[in-house]
């Protein structure tokens, strides 16, 4: 009896390599050559900008009138919770608030629809500062998470977990979230930035 032929699965066709002496001289791929390193050379190494703005965890830029970046959720939380928004931060922080909505919390809340109307209407309030957009896309975290990278003046007013934690990576940022019907301020860690003994 004869033998029963297999099929040969993810069977490939086997290539050259470039380094092969069968290819022609001009086609063939050229070995590395390894540079030699100077040892009295200079080292460069990429060290990241630390911001002039912080004082260990202390940030310097933030003071009254705070300057509050508001995020989608946070307006649709305010209305949910019947809390006036200005109003609401002014109790928070005692003293004098302005909060600000970029181009894509804008857009974001225009995406959602009739059911957010009410949201879209609070963020048309006079009192709401419009801050442009100049990169590409609208995704409004990207969008403040960058904002508040670049410039330390800001506290971040959201309710989203995900954004949280990635702004409480950033040094010298806080956060605004609702809790009990009332807006609190993300306390800062107390060993964050202090220097190693």
Aim: positive net charge.
């Amino acid at each position: 009896m004869g033998k029963a032929k297999t099929k040969q699965f993810a069977a490939m066709k086997r290539m050259i390599s470039l380094k092969d002496n069968r290819i022609k001289e001009k086609d063939r791929a050229k070995a590395k050559q390894k540079k030699k390193r100077d040892p009295s050379a200079l080292k460069e190494r990429e060290v990241q900008k630390h911001p002039s703005c912080l004082f260990f965890q202390y940030n310097t830029q933030l003071g009254p009138p705070y300057h509050i970046l508001v995020d989608t959720n946070f307006i649709n939380f305010s209305i949910k919770a019947k809390l006036d928004i200005v109003q609401s931060m002014m109790d928070c922080l005692y003293a004098k608030c302005i909060p600000y909505i970029t181009d894509c919390v804008m857009a974001e809340i225009e995406k959602l629809g009739m059911k957010y109307r009410v949201a879209l209407r609070i963020a048309k309030d006079p009192r709401f500062e419009r801050l442009p957009c100049t990169h590409k896309g609208t995704y409004a975290d990207d969008c403040l998470v960058q904002r508040v990278t670049q410039h330390k003046c800001y506290i971040l007013a959201t309710v989203d977990r995900d954004l949280k934690r990635r702004v409480r990576k950033i040094p010298g940022v806080p956060i605004m979230y609702i809790s009990n019907h009332r807006y609190n301020i993300e306390r800062m860690p107390d060993d964050y930035g202090a220097p190693r003994l």
